[in-house]
T-cell receptor, first 115, second 113 residues
């Protein structure tokens, strides 16, 4: 199966530590999204890449959050100085460009727990 | 500002009976609307998308949704529920002129045997 993969699947960290998550999109998908989903809520948009360019960024993405997609393939999301409020599921999605359905293919997510 | 409101956080139906999951939207533009489904321990999957070509949109697994501009609604329906339909369903709007998608808070569908 060559779906979207995310690593790690689970991460437990202490408050104040930095964490980094990785997303490998479906091969040849040039569009990539990051979302955050807390318990009982829908996914919240964080950021969007088209190839290596970060074209959209939510206000939710504070100075502590940064995302990269250096070669237009995999992407990383880093959270610095984690806070307990950062505990959530972090979802990555990818899609090919210019498809009518705009179907996003989601990965299984990385669940973060900040103690 | 564009947004979606899912009117029910939980819906229970008996197997074989119709399903109705309600979604209202707020949009200044002609909206791009979607329904996604999230099964336990599985990734989100697109059910259908409103494209403005037709107000009644057919999706996968027998689901369909009707866009009603006068009511600003985009409710999801299925004539006959199956046990495998038990999941969380999200109504989604793309913010016009951007790449940003806004998800509703979700409706958890329970199907009773």
């Amino acid at each position: 199966d060559t779906g979207v993969s995310q690593n790690p699947r689970h991460k437990i960290t202490k408050r104040g530590q930095n964490v980094t998550f990785r997303c490998d999109p479906i091969s040849e998908h040039n569009r990539l999204y990051w979302y955050r989903q807390t318990l009982g809520q829908g996914p919240e948009f964080l950021t969007y890449f088209q190839n290596e360019a970060q074209l959209e960024k939510s206000r939710l993405l504070s100075d502590r959050f940064s995302a990269e997609r250096p070669k237009g393939s995999f992407s990383t999301l880093e959270i610095q100085r984690t806070e307990q409020g950062d505990s959530a599921m972090y979802l990555c999605a990818s899609r090919p460009g210019r498809t009518p359905q705009e179907t996003q293919y989601f990965g299984p997510g990385t669940r973060l727990l900040v103690l | 500002a564009q947004s979606v409101t899912q009117l029910d956080s939980h819906v229970s139906v008996s197997e074989g009976t119709p399903v109705l999951l309600r979604c209202n939207y707020s949009s200044s533009y002609s909206p791009s609307l979607f329904w996604y489904v999230q099964h336990p321990n599985k990734g989100l999957q697109l059910l259908l998308k409103y494209t403005s070509a037709a107000t009644l949109v057919k999706g996968i697994n027998g689901f369909e949704a009707e866009f009603k501009k006068s009511e600003t609604s985009f409710h999801l329906t299925k004539p006959s529920a199956h046990m495998s339909d038990a999941a969380e369903y999200f109504c989604v709007v793309r913010v016009g002129g951007t790449y940003k998608y806004i998800f509703g808070t979700g409706t958890r569908l329970k199907v009773l045997a």
